[in-house]
Structures are given as C-alpha cells and as structure tokens.
C-alpha cells in the first residue's frame, strides 16, 4: 500500500461543480467548498509497487482486484496450506482505521479450497497484517469471517501490526476438540526504533511443525546492530523460568 499513489487517487473539486454522488468514505471534505473526491479506477492502483515486488519473488504480479486478493500456497510435500488476506484493501492515508478482509476475496478462496480434494486434510494457516485485537482503532473489527475460516478447516491464523510477539484463541466450538484457531501475533522485525512499543524489542517467530504439534520459536534483538537470540518471554507458571517457545496441538 502507497500513501502516494493512493493520495493521487483523490481528485480536486469544487462542492457546487460536483454532480455525482458523494459516498461516506469516498470523498474528503477540504473546506465548505471544495472536497477531495476518488477515483475507483486509479484508487486500485495503491499496490502497483506491492505488486510489482510481488512479482519479482513469485513471478506473477499480485492482482489488484479487490475480490482477487486472496491467494492460496498449497504444499503438499508439507501437506501445509497458506491462505493470504489483504486486510489493507481499503485503507488509504486519509482513512487509516477501515482494516477488514474483503467478502468476496474469502469467498473465492474458500470456495476453492471445499473444491479441491487435495487441501481436504492439510494444516491451514491464514495469514494478514492487521490485528483482531489492540488497543489502537486500526484493528479488524468486523471479524465475522474467522467463522468461516474456522469452518473451512483452518488452525492457525498469522498476524503483524502490533508490534509484539503475542498469542491468543479463537474457539468456534466450545467443545474439548472442536474447531478452534490459534493467533500467533508477529513481533517487529526491523521497524524503526521510533515503531516499538515500550517493553518490547525487535522480535520474529519460527514455526516448526512436527508430527501433530506446532511449536512457536520466538527471539529477539535489543540492539540496533545486536545479535539475535531468544526471546524467554512465555511464562509457565508461579516459580517456573519462562520459556523462548511454546508448543500448540495440531
């Protein structure tokens, strides 16, 4: 997502000159006579620097269509899945606080997932940038389609944003086995010393699957230049020394 390209999406107008409609979250309003007014067309265009660096890694360009930009992994020597979401899709610099996963992209992919016979019984993680959860307006807030992620099989759900390593549990059944999905929340990698919340330092996870277990590896860097080592920040109990790792049932 670019703030630029995304901020030449708006055209100048005056008020009085403007004959279409104005939609809620489609027009700024510079003063009581002129208004800053969207483009849907260029509008799409905020990830075209996204896409291109997409391109150089996968091959393909990432797609612009909003409705396209959920895109399926599949490795079946891992027998592993990876679902990825755009929760950025209708953020621009003007409205920063509208992160939420786009209906019909989901649709499409999960659609394809049912129809595939080899993603039946694989591991399936989700993964996009904006928390369900913070403290901060610029969370996912319509957060209905982890019902559906969780009846389509999926276990883990991936996250950044924040800026800490964290966890958490959304439990669809309450049942002892029902489906359920665990939160790994991504620390910060490499922001600006100026982007870390207070306590915390660079951190990454790593995910290391084994038979029916998955176990969350996280370390950290307190030091701009510093080595990277772990991070024993996952409490077990009264007494007991933390751990760098924590371990999750597949």
Not at 11 to 35: P, T
Not at 61 to 87: K, V
Not at 196 to 208: A, D, M, R, T
Request: hydrophobic content about 35%.
């Amino acid at each position: 997502l670019n703030w630029e390209l995304a901020e030449d999406a708006y055209d100048l107008c005056l008020r009085k000159n403007y004959q279409g409609k104005l939609e809620e979250g489609h027009y700024i309003e510079e003063s009581q006579r002129v208004i800053l007014v969207r483009d849907d067309t260029k509008y799409q265009q905020r990830f075209t620097h996204f896409s291109q660096f997409y391109q150089a890694i996968k091959t393909e360009p990432y797609p612009l269509d909003y409705d396209q930009q959920a895109i399926i992994d599949y490795f079946p020597e891992q027998n592993l899945l990876i679902l990825g979401l755009n929760s950025a899709w209708e953020l621009d610099r003007y409205f920063r606080d509208r992160a939420s996963i786009h209906s019909g992209a989901l649709s499409n992919a999960l659609t394809e997932i049912r129809r595939n016979p080899d993603y039946g019984n694989c591991l399936k993680i989700a993964v996009w940038h904006h928390a369900l959860n913070s403290a901060g307006s610029d969370r996912i807030t319509d957060q209905g389609f982890m019902e559906q992620l969780a009846q389509a099989g999926f276990r883990f759900f991936l996250h950044g944003h924040i800026h800490k390593a964290e966890t958490s549990l959304f439990r669809y059944d309450l049942s002892p086995t029902g489906r359920k999905l665990d939160q790994i929340g991504a620390g910060t990698f490499g922001a600006p010393t100026q982007e870390l919340i207070p306590g915390y330092p660079w951190q990454y996870n790593l995910l290391k699957v084994k038979d029916n277990q998955l176990t969350v590896y996280t370390r950290r860097r307190e030091e701009i230049n510093g080595a990277w080592k772990p991070d024993s920040r996952w409490t077990q109990g009264a007494g007991v020394g933390a751990l760098d790792y924590y371990s999750i049932e597949l």
